[in-house]
């Protein structure tokens, strides 16, 4: 069993930055491959970004592509998510998700993982 806990989020002017931290305990971490994802109001869960369990290969979404930066520490059983140039788009919860798998994978998707961590709400306004 894994427990995710995300942390960072808060409060961004249009064009700032802010930085996500995931955190995990309870299962050996480096067998997971570790997805952002956000929801915002009214709408679905989109995936933002995945990383493989090296953190080799990374996946963006195209609304996110020079903007969003993936990276994980597995010494730290953490992955971030820095977050610049933000638009007030980009306000939703963010959740990070894991899914144990033993490949790489090109895909970044809600319904493959099989942890979920709890939100952290992003507001990008001015």
């Given at each position: ?23 995990a ?83 970044c ?18």
């Amino acid at each position: 069993q894994l427990q995710l806990v995300e942390s960072g989020g808060g409060l961004a002017q249009p064009g700032g930055s802010l930085r996500l931290s995931c955190a995990a305990s309870g299962s050996p971490w480096v067998y997971y491959a570790i997805g952002w994802f956000r929801q915002a109001p009214g709408k679905e869960r989109e995936a933002v970004s995945c990383i493989s369990t090296s953190g080799g290969t990374t996946i963006y979404a195209d609304s996110v592509k020079g903007r969003f930066t993936i990276s994980r520490d597995n010494a730290k059983n953490t992955v971030s998510l820095q977050m610049n140039s933000l638009k007030p788009e980009d306000t939703a919860v963010y959740y990070c998700a894991a899914r144990r798998i033993s490949y790489v994978s090109n895909r970044c998707a809600s319904r493959d993982m099989d942890y979920w961590g709890k939100g952290t709400l992003v507001t990008v306004s001015s």
